[in-house]
């Protein structure tokens, strides 16, 4: 098994759709959760950390743990084009070394 | 606002050959690292740097690789006799203190072994 696994995509939605991205892990030893935003020929650009379960809301954008699944996921509301972009999952036990989860492609269609 | 600046952007080289990538991280920053991405691959992990020496680093990186911070400014990653399989995009990130939660990654740079 794999140790983060991300449904690569891609995925396209209308504009101002709800859009769910997940990951599933299998190390429990994973402390830190974050999701990453890539654009084309970019660096990842940190969108959302989370400290072990919970939620974590920011604007348009919700970010869920489920340690005892192993899951997370992320919520994009009202999806703008400008949200069209690879988004990676990338979780730590040590807030240090991260793992990333493949990416998920997205595309927010005007 | 601040970024991490990586040169080159793209660098062909052949097989054997030695390459240096070059990172200016953030000013203020003291916590260094490089991850790459092989095409259609996820991001890996190579190596953390904090106080002149390596804090951290992954099973890819052997005797291959190296790292420095030759000046006050620059972070380099030197990859020796490069393989085909050494392709990849190198990330280079900064952050001010420890942790994968603060980093802030630059652009990248292309690595093409022919």
């Known amino acids: 098994q794999k140790e983060v696994e991300q449904d690569p995509g891609p995925l396209s939605v209308p504009e101002g759709a709800i859009v769910s991205l997940n990951c599933t892990y299998s190390?429990?030893?994973?402390?830190?959760f974050m999701w990453y935003r890539q654009y084309s020929r970019k660096g990842p650009e940190l969108l959302m950390y989370?400290?072990?379960?919970g939620n974590k809301e920011d604007g348009r954008f919700t970010a869920q743990v489920d340690k005892s699944s192993k899951y997370i996921s992320l919520f994009i509301r009202d999806s703008q084009p400008s949200d069209s972009a690879t988004y990676l999952c990338a979780m730590s036990p040590s807030r240090e070394k991260l793992t990333f989860g493949t990416g998920t492609r997205l595309t927010i269609i005007p | 606002e601040p970024e991490v600046t990586q040169t080159p952007s793209h660098q062909v080289t052949q097989m054997g050959q030695e390459v240096i990538l070059r990172c200016v991280p953030i000013?203020?920053?003291?916590?260094f690292y490089w991850y790459r991405q092989i095409l259609g691959q996820k991001v890996e992990f190579l190596v953390s740097?904090?106080?002149?020496?390596?804090?951290?680093k992954s099973e890819i990186f052997d005797d291959q690789f190296s790292v420095e911070r030759p000046d006050g400014s620059n972070f380099t990653l030197k990859i020796r006799s490069t393989k085909l399989e050494d392709s990849a995009m190198y990330f280079c990130?900064?952050?001010?203190?420890?942790?994968?939660?603060?980093?802030?990654f630059g652009a990248g740079s292309r690595l093409t072994v022919l």
């Open positions: 989370t400290y072990s379960s």
């Open positions: 740097f904090y106080n002149n020496e390596i804090s951290e």
């Open positions: 190390n429990s030893a994973f402390q830190y």
């Open positions: 990130a900064s952050s001010s203190q420890p942790g994968a939660n603060v980093l802030t």
């Open positions: 000013s203020n920053h003291l916590y």
